[in-house]
């Protein structure tokens, strides 16, 4: 079974597939938008769903493991790509996060 992919934007492909090697985080990242999540760079952050990770938004602990189970993570293994790309975590009442 292949992993999920992060669709990407260019200029992050690299950074992104460095981080997810060194993480050991299985999953694949891609340019365009065929991913299974897709990241998105923005001068104005934004709050994230399950289909879009804004890099600098937000997060709902809820909406977070919902992207956690859509990319086949841990919770662990999603807060450490939140960390990664600065997205912060709210409404946590469990401190999963």
Known sequence: MEPAALSAPPE????????????????RVVT???GTVRVVCSERPGSCTVRRLYVG?????ETARA?????GLRVGQMGR???FLGIKVR?????CF
């Open 12 to 27: 992050m492909h690299e950074s992104l597939c460095r981080f997810l090697r060194s993480a050991r985080l299985p999953l």
């Open 32 to 34: 365009g938008n065929e």
């Open 57 to 61: 938004g937000s997060i709902a602990c």
């Open 67 to 71: 992207v956690a189970t859509r990319l």
């Open 81 to 83: 790509l939140l960390d």
């Open 91 to 95: 409404r946590c009442s469990l401190g």
